[in-house]
């Protein structure tokens, strides 16, 4: 029996070299609820300018020390501006930024930095990986062809995460920052449809590009970018009369 046991954990062994490495593409979907005052520019159907939806592909590239979760695509949306009738309050509406988006993650020590672009200016943002307390359930599902279990969290904006996760990929990584499962998240929903991600392809084995740590722009802490945002937008809204929309991801 001793015997048995032994052969048994090694063939499990076996299966599982190599599969801690490896690229997964991910299609990802999601709901624009922005809350505007329709009262704001009188005549102009404010809603109807702008998208309820934003699509996009990432890749998320992992080996035992590291990960990469990185923009495959950009979106190509030029920013709108408009004005009353009066010229008293003006609008800019930006879509987006030309700077792609790089989420690094070390998995040893657990800290990350996050590439990401405000007003066409790349910005570093470093902090450790957010903490998540997940549920697993007995539902399991196949899923491009792993064996995937259900597990559920509540995000920091208390709205329920479900993630479906496979063991047969034994690395605790997924997209969009989610991780902390035993295996590797393949499908992920925040709130009821308000953002879909599901992979699309999947490789495993060794990548034919090393994992590189993001360098572009000013590396600060989360605090810190928060602030240059809230400060360019109170900067915009003064300058527009007060009104400027930015519709980031």
Known sequence: ????????????????????????????????????????????????????????????SFNPEQSIYASTDQEDVADSEMESDDGSVKMTISYGDEIPEKLYTDLLSKETIHQQGFMNRAFRVSSEQIPYKWKVTTEKIKYLDYECIKATTVNKDDEIVVAWFTPQIPSSIGPAGFHGLPGAILMASVGETKKEIKATQISIGDLDLPIVVPSEGQLMSQEEF????????????????????IIRN
Do not use: W
């Not at 048994?8 to 505007?36: C, H, M």
């Open 1 to 60: 029996m001793r015997y048995f046991i032994t052969v048994f954990f090694l063939l499990i062994t076996i299966l599982l070299i190599g599969q801690d490495s490896g690229r997964i593409t991910y299609a990802i979907s999601e709901k624009l609820d922005i809350d505007i005052d329709e009262n704001m520019m009188p005549g102009i159907d404010l809603k109807a300018l702008i998208p309820s939806s934003r699509s996009s592909i990432m890749t998320l």
């Open 226 to 245: 928060e602030k240059v945002v809230t400060d360019k937008r109170k900067e915009m809204e003064s300058s527009n009369g007060g009104s400027y929309l």
